[in-house]
């Protein structure tokens, strides 16, 4: 089973501190009656992170499908929806009308929502248009790949805050925290949220505006993703919990979206950084014989149109390996072509695009396609091709026609490869396996990666330098081109015929295996955790399962009268995490939820034991075969919470693998809950007591059984000496989770929590009844090796174990039958104790009790060896404090020496500024009365200047008067008219004349000189006002020069500032005098 849960999950992490399976992310293709896809990884996916949905009821249905696969290289990691990241690395060469398709997604609910009905809701779905971060991208997007890191950035964000939480993967904390934080928010900071799209990434905060960076989180920290309850004011919120400089601190981030449909885009974002990136083998030359050998991994994807001019990547049904297509929808082909060993070789372009139907086609048969696109994609390592595949042309009737359920059709497809260094183009030849259904059809079926994958082997030999025509031509040539599956049936044709001469003339007469056996006839036995659990599900029976637990829900003290038959044909593969918690009466166990928490930090005396076996439960299963990661570290703290929980029985062996069960269906938690119930409500712990009394009775139990319903087999195994304990052991301990496929191990335990562990009694009959002939024909060691190797391998398939489910449900085993069994066990053992010789059992005790001390002193030397270490750490601890402390106290005497200092300092300062400033009032007072000195001085100025104009205008005046009244006597007389013209000049005449005028110019020449000599001195008034004012300007000029210099100077600038005052003043004090 590639999925790790049945409600779903994605990376996953739960409703509390689990790492996985609550929700889904349901990605749906809306043609016609919209089906449902999901995007699944590759095999070797680790989970990280939990992602949680909480929708309505109506995405219930959604609930049941699988996103936990991915394609096995990091270039087509599409989204199911709509493939608009698979497009963005394509966007150097593919139009934008493929690169901006929508993604549509969904978030489905929480296992723990009330399923109120199934059947006939309409699915709600959020188109999310996501466009790559280029100049065409619409601004008002709120969610944009950055164009320069590989990350995805979502805008219109608000900040609400952060707050401790103590379960950092409790949905039911992180809800109230995020309604807290929604409702007591008063500042809200608007932010971009940066989210990778690798696990090595580090989602960011960034400030709108300026993009500059406020936090970071590695995704390695961040612990738990979820979202609000639709129909809650917290519908546009989403949160997530990260660990905050420790493991034993963590914090939880609350944002709210502007656009309430973004946040299941940001959910998936963070489920797609939490997927493994695919580990690609360095492209460099090795040194080895095989260095002529070149590896590549080409993949096939195929898209179908949407309807809304969109190309959406069909599923994979993992049971079959095919594609499930739909009838009359027009397709696209895109291959991956990535090289994975030895020198790089560089692709120039793709020669032509191939495609016919069936296999083991002719090259004349196959048919060209319309390419649409090549080239690289973004991070460099594909190249990847895009073509365009018209379904309803005459050569593919054949696969646009509905395809019978019960077959499959073949799919060719050819890609060729002009590649630089190579002489001749290169042919990647792919079949796959495809299913045509109606365009209408809605199913829900097991998903699985959305590609298929092949590995080429390239050899190429180097043409020789006199081969070549110039230095630039190819340096290879091809030798040949071989697929893994090619290689793989080569071996496999090869085999037999090694191994006729060792088998002789026995071997014709060993009839061969059937179909379903072909491996029974190793001696490997069935790896734990092994088998594929179909999600695959008839909509009739969903309907019934959702009204049947609408009224669970309405009660669920009471069960519903037709559960029993419903739980013996199955429980859904997607619902059975929800219906085991209310077999077992968990709906309400908020209590073991919270003694889980306490539980999982205290310390397990068994941990060693518990670490050994984890690593030996279901290595088969993707989940939990990576050592260190979340499968094992979730199952390893269930385990030792249950240790320190059930202090009697502790950890036994075979507890981990019904742990791992009820993991790969429900939150840690949950698990935990339902694990305390089965062992205690149920009974299973009781087989660990007692020296396993109680479950030797159950062997006894079964070999009565045996005797009354399969006498001959019961009678055989008398003959051989094989007793219950030696094949049954495991069924019991382990209600047979350790070695037999998953699909029957999880019917099983829908028939356990429904009916008790009696069941056990059921299954086991029916595997022996089924198995009675081959038994028969076996010794001891072989019988040994039956139950061991070929018994669990003979249910791998589906249709085996639900026959063997079908017989053992209808086998009839009362409760009073096995109560009288128990009853001749217990009668059995008294007779045996009084028959035994008290000594022999004196002597066992003795035994047991010498074995329980010797446990005791190992634990006591283990407790003291932990009590002398830690006395030790604690003295080195005391030591480092006591140091610290002393360098703390010598550091508190410098501090309290540099404040003594510091505030004489402080005072000195403080004294030498009051007589600064005394002394620069003084200063001030002087000036203030120089400035009134020469206030006054300038005021007589200004007094003598005025008296001087007025005597000068008035000295004008009367000379004027005087002129105008000798021009006017001139005038009168006849005789001056002729000596003077109109201007008063003197006219040339005689000698005698010019005798007589002599007295008048010599009175005007004085005149004259007088009234240059006024204006001369009135000059020189305004001259020295004029200057007095400069004065003036200058002094006030230095006085605050001077006060500036005062207030910031210290006691070095004092004498100078000082000097300074004083010989402006007195200088300007000497020119003032």
């Known amino acids: 089973m590639d999925d790790k849960a049945s409600v779903g999950k994605i990376s996953v992490s739960s409703d509390s501190v689990s790492t996985l399976n609550s929700e889904d992310f349901v990605l749906i293709s809306r043609q016609g009656d919209e089906t449902p896809s999901t995007n699944n990884g590759s095999d070797d996916e680790k989970t990280g992170l939990k992602i949680i949905g909480n929708g309505s009821e109506q995405q219930l249905q959604k609930e049941l499908e699988d996103v936990l696969m991915d394609p096995p290289m990091e270039d087509p990691s599409n989204y199911q929806g709509q493939e608009e990241e698979e497009e963005e690395e394509e966007e150097e060469s593919t139009p934008d009308g493929e690169r901006d398709e929508p993604v549509v997604l969904e978030a489905s609910a929480s296992s723990t929502i009330n399923p109120v009905s199934i059947s006939g809701l309409q699915k709600p779905e959020m188109s999310l248009p996501v466009k790559p971060a280029q100049g065409d991208s619409d601004g008002s997007s709120p969610f944009t790949p950055v164009a320069d890191e590989d990350s995805v950035v979502f805008s219109k964000l608000t900040y609400l805050g952060c707050a401790s939480v103590n379960?950092?993967?409790?949905?039911?904390?992180?809800?109230?925290?995020?309604?807290?934080?929604?409702?007591?928010?008063?500042?809200?900071?608007?932010?971009?949220?940066?989210?990778?799209?690798?696990?090595?990434g580090t989602v960011r905060l960034l400030e709108p505006p300026t993009n500059t960076e406020i936090a970071n989180y590695p995704i390695y920290k961040i612990l738990f993703c979820v979202r609000g309850h639709d129909g809650t004011p917290e519908s546009d919120c989403f949160a997530f919990t990260e660990s905050h400089y420790n493991s034993e601190l963590f914090r939880i981030h609350v944002f709210r979206c502007e656009i309430q449909e973004a946040v299941s885009r940001i959910?998936?974002?963070?489920?797609?950084?939490?997927?493994?990136s695919a580990k690609q083998t360095p492209l460099a030359a090795p040194q080895t014989p095989d260095s002529d050998i070149f590896t590549f991994s080409v993949s096939l994807e195929i898209k179908e149109d949407d309807g809304k001019g969109y190309f959406s990547a069909v599923p994979k049904d993992k049971d079959r390996q095919c594609f499930k297509l739909r009838q009359g929808i027009d397709k696209k082909i895109v291959i991956y072509v990535q090289q994975t060993t030895n020198k790089e070789l560089a692709i120039e372009r793709c020669f032509g695009l191939l495609l016919s139907p069936g296999k083991d086609v002719q090259s004349g048969d196959m048919?060209?396609?319309?390419?649409?696109?090549?080239?690289?994609?973004?991070?460099?390592?594909?190249?990847?091709?895009?073509g365009s595949w018209n379904t309803k042309s005459p050569h593919f009737q054949i696969v646009n026609e509905e395809t019978p359920k019960d077959k499959v059709l073949f799919l060719t497809t050819a890609v060729d490869l002009v590649i630089t260094e190579v002489q001749e183009p290169v042919r990647f030849l792919l079949e796959s396996k495809i299913r045509v259904c109606p365009a209408n059809e809605r199913l829900f079926w097991p998903f699985s990666k959305r590609s298929s994958t092949e590995n080429f082997f390239l050899k190429l030999k180097q043409i020789k330098q006199k081969e070549q025509k110039s230095s630039t031509d190819t340096l290879y040539e091809v030798v040949s081109l071989e697929s893994e599956s090619e290689r793989e049936r080569r071996k496999t044709t090869a085999s037999p015929a090694l191994r006729l001469p060792q088998s002789g003339s026995q071997g014709s007469m060993i009839p061969s295996p059937p179909e379903d056996d072909e491996e029974e006839d190793n001696d490997e036995p069935l790896l734990s955790g092994s088998g594929d659990v179909s999600k695959e599900c008839a909509e009739k029976i969903l309907e019934t399962w959702g009204d049947l637990l609408t009224k669970w829900h309405l009660?669920?003290?009471?069960?519903?009268?037709?559960?029993?038959?419903?739980?013996?044909?199955?429980?859904?593969?997607?619902?059975?995490?929800?219906?085991?918690?209310?077999?077992?009466?968990?709906?309400?166990?908020?209590?073991?939820?919270?003694?889980?928490?306490?539980?999982?930090?205290?310390?397990?005396?068994?941990?060693?034991?518990?670490t050994r076996d984890i690593n030996?439960?279901?290595?088969?299963?993707?989940?939990?075969?990576?050592?260190?990661?979340?499968?094992?570290?979730?199952?390893?703290?269930?385990?030792?919470?249950?240790?320190?929980?059930?202090?009697?029985?502790?950890?036994?062996?075979?507890?981990?693998?019904?742990a791992a069960v009820l993991l790969l269906h429900m939150p840690e938690e949950q698990a935990f809950s339902v694990l305390v119930k089965i062992m205690f409500d149920y009974g299973l712990r009781e087989l660990f007591k007692q020296n396993f009394e109680d479950l030797h009775c159950k062997f006894y139990q079964l070999e009565r059984l045996m005797q009354e319903y399969i006498p001959d087999l019961y009678n055989h195994f008398l003959d051989i000496?094989?007793?219950?304990?030696?094949?049954?052991?495991?069924?019991?301990?382990?209600?047979?989770?350790?070695?037999?496929?998953?699909?029957?191990?999880?019917?099983?335990?829908?028939?356990?929590?429904?009916e008790g562990i009696s069941v056990i009694f059921n299954v086991a009959l029916g595997l022996l009844k089924t198995t009675k002939d081959d038994l028969l024909l076996t010794d001891f060691e072989g019988a040994l090796k039956f139950f061991r190797v070929q018994l669990p391998k003979r249910y791998r398939s589906e249709e085996n174990a639900k026959k063997l489910m079908e017989l053992a449900c209808s086998m009839k085993i009362s409760q009073k039958k096995l109560k009288k069994y128990e009853r001749e066990y217990h009668t059995m053992r008294d007779q045996q104790a009084q028959q035994e010789d008290p000594i022999e059992r004196f002597e066992r005790e003795n035994r047991r009790l010498q074995e329980a001390n010797m446990r005791l002193e190992q634990e006591n030397d283990d407790l003291a060896h932990e009590l002398v270490t830690s006395k030790i750490a604690l003295r080195k601890d005391l030591d480092n404090a006591e140091e610290?402390?002393?360098?703390?106290?010598?550091?508190?005497?410098?501090?309290?020496?540099?404040?003594?200092?510091?505030?004489?300092?402080?005072?000195?300062?403080?004294?030498?500024?009051?007589?600064?400033?005394?002394?620069?009032?003084?200063?001030?007072?002087?000036?203030?009365?120089e400035i009134k000195k020469n206030s006054s001085i300038i005021g007589d100025y200004k007094q003598i200047c005025s008296q001087l104009s007025e005597r000068l205008e008035k000295q004008q005046s009367a000379n004027k008067a005087e002129i105008e009244k000798i021009r006017q006597k001139v005038d009168d007389c006849e005789r001056c008219r002729e000596f003077f013209n109109r201007e008063g000049r003197v006219k040339a005449a005689g000698a005698a004349r010019e005798g007589c005028e002599d007295d008048t110019d010599e009175e005007k020449e004085a005149l004259k000189n007088q009234l240059r000599e006024m204006e001369l001195e009135l000059a020189q008034t305004k001259l020295q006002l004029v200057e007095a004012e400069c004065k003036i300007q200058d002094l006030e000029h230095d006085l605050g020069q001077a006060l500036n210099e005062v207030q910031a100077s210290r006691k070095t600038w004092f004498n100078r500032t000082l000097s300074s005052i004083k010989t402006v003043t007195g200088v300007q004090g000497k020119e003032t005098c």
Not at 169 to 184: D, N, P
Not at 367 to 386: A, C, F, Q
Not at 897 to 925: F, G, P, T
Request: charged residues 25%; contains cysteine.
């Open 267 to 276: 959910l998936y974002s963070f489920a797609t950084a939490f997927r493994r």
């Open 167 to 200: 379960a950092p993967r409790s949905e039911v904390e992180a809800l109230r925290m995020m309604a807290i934080l929604r409702s007591q928010c008063k500042i809200s900071v608007d932010v971009t949220l940066s989210v990778p799209n690798v696990s090595e």
């Open 616 to 658: 030996r439960t279901f290595p088969a299963h993707d989940y939990f075969k990576d050592t260190g990661g979340d499968g094992q570290d979730s199952l390893y703290k269930i385990c030792k919470a249950y240790s320190v929980y059930d202090e009697e029985i502790g950890y036994c062996q075979g507890q981990s693998f019904l």
């Open 884 to 929: 610290k402390a002393d360098a703390l106290n010598k550091e508190l005497l410098m501090t309290k020496q540099k404040l003594i200092d510091a505030e004489d300092e402080k005072r000195r300062l403080e004294e030498e500024s009051a007589q600064l400033k005394e002394m620069c009032r003084r200063e001030l007072d002087k000036a203030e009365s």
């Open 367 to 386: 048919h060209l396609l319309d390419l649409e696109s090549m080239g690289k994609s973004s991070d460099g390592k594909s190249y990847v091709i895009t």
């Open 555 to 610: 009660n669920l003290s009471v069960r519903p009268k037709t559960l029993c038959a419903l739980v013996r044909s199955g429980v859904p593969e997607a619902l059975r995490g929800e219906v085991w918690q209310l077999l077992a009466g968990c709906h309400n166990n908020d209590h073991l939820v919270e003694k889980y928490r306490i539980l999982i930090t205290k310390e397990s005396p068994q941990d060693s034991a518990i």
């Open 721 to 754: 000496s094989l007793e219950a304990h030696m094949y049954a052991s495991q069924w019991f301990l382990t209600l047979f989770t350790a070695k037999f496929p998953l699909y029957m191990v999880f019917h099983i335990i829908d028939l356990l929590l429904c």
